[in-house]
């Protein structure tokens, strides 16, 4: 599936299924994209990372 | 059967990985996204008067989330992987090390210091080099290796004007000489699903800083201290990391919510992390199905 960064317009690519809050990568402009609907399928610009963050 | 919460509010390689394992199996299970998640104290969340999911998975990146929501949902009857004790002492690197202490297991020297300015007095009686490395957070982030009073004190005052009051705790431990690796074992459980070494171009090897991750064969010189590590902390899904100091492995840090993209990469078809944190999973909730 193939969407459009909310940052640059360029093309992202999903694989599928897509997932609810699934990260991806914009290829054009390296940002950070997080999937914020299915139905349709929509992307913002995911949060940046936070203090207490981590695995 | 009800199904198993998965706490996520990031959905990585690893989240999908698990959601594919559960479908694979037939495991009804919700995705609950921890940014939307609340609880009415009080009995509220039950359903029936029995917890609403049979299990809860927390993959929860942000550790205040994971752990708060870790508490809820036990306080609710959910048996959580991992729980929400395990959660709060591997999220505080001083507090996995009293566990690690407490257990015997092999650490590298390590020192607290309460504030910032104690912090340089505490360094130089540990020794130059040292790691400062802050009490909670992955990845290498705001870690640094200091080799002198100089940079110790620039480091420290850096942390000193930090808002977090957290983050005005000094952590330091010896810069152990590795071989330019460390070592990951995952564990679930008291079973060991594999080890992979680490490589990173500097001194930090983490896989979210480029750290390259190829499989490690298992030794009882590995397996012993990262078993020991996992007990002391309280069990449960966890990634021990490793490194191979000159008189053997040294436990750095326990990771309750394990990334594993390398350590799959690295073990192809030979392991499934994400079945087998499944299988984890399932174990937790059996009993509570079982009535």
């Known amino acids: 599936m193939t969407l459009t960064c909310p940052e640059c317009e360029g093309p992202v690519e999903l694989a599928e299924p897509v997932r609810l809050s699934e990260i991806a990568q914009c290829a054009d402009c390296s940002s950070e994209l997080e999937v914020v609907g299915l139905d349709p399928v929509a992307l913002a610009l995911a949060p940046e990372i936070e203090e207490d963050w981590g695995e | ?77 959910v048996p959580t992987v991992n729980r929400a004790e395990v959660v709060a002492v591997c999220g505080d690197k001083l507090r996995t090390s009293l566990e690690l202490e407490r257990a015997g297991v092999p650490v590298p020297r390590t020192a607290v210091a309460l504030t910032p300015e104690e912090g340089a007095d505490a360094a130089e009686r540990l020794g130059f080099p040292v790691v400062v490395k802050p009490l909670t957070g992955s990845w290498g982030r705001l870690v640094a290796a200091v080799h002198d009073r100089a940079g110790a004190e620039t480091v420290l005052e850096h942390r000193a004007a930090l808002p977090s009051p957290q983050q005005h705790i000094v952590y330091l431990q010896e810069l152990v000489d590795k071989p330019g690796r460390d070592v990951r074992v995952i564990v679930a459980g008291d079973e060991v699903l594999g080890a992979t070494y680490r490589y990173g171009d500097g001194w930090r090897t983490n896989a979210a800083l480029g750290g390259r991750s190829e499989r490690c064969p298992l030794t009882p010189e590995l397996t012993g201290p990262a078993l020991a590590a996992a007990r002391a902390v309280g069990g449960g899904v966890l990634g021990v990391d490793l490194v191979e100091g000159p008189d053997g492995p040294l436990v750095l840090e326990v990771n309750h919510t394990v990334e594993f993209r390398g350590f799959q990469d690295a073990h192809g078809d030979a392991v499934d992390v994400a079945d087998a944190i499944v299988s984890h999973v399932l174990d937790a909730a059996g009993s509570g199905e079982a009535g």
């Open chain 2, 1 to 77: 059967m009800r199904p198993v919460a998965v706490l996520a509010s990031r959905v990585r390689y690893e989240e999908k990985r698990l959601f594919a394992a559960l479908e694979r199996r037939g495991v009804p299970y919700a995705h609950v996204d921890t940014r939307r998640f609340s609880a009415e104290l009080g009995g509220g969340a039950r359903d029936g008067g029995r917890p609403r999911y049979a299990a809860a998975l927390n993959r929860e990146i942000s550790h205040n989330r994971g752990l708060y929501a870790s508490l809820l949902l036990e306080a609710r009857g």
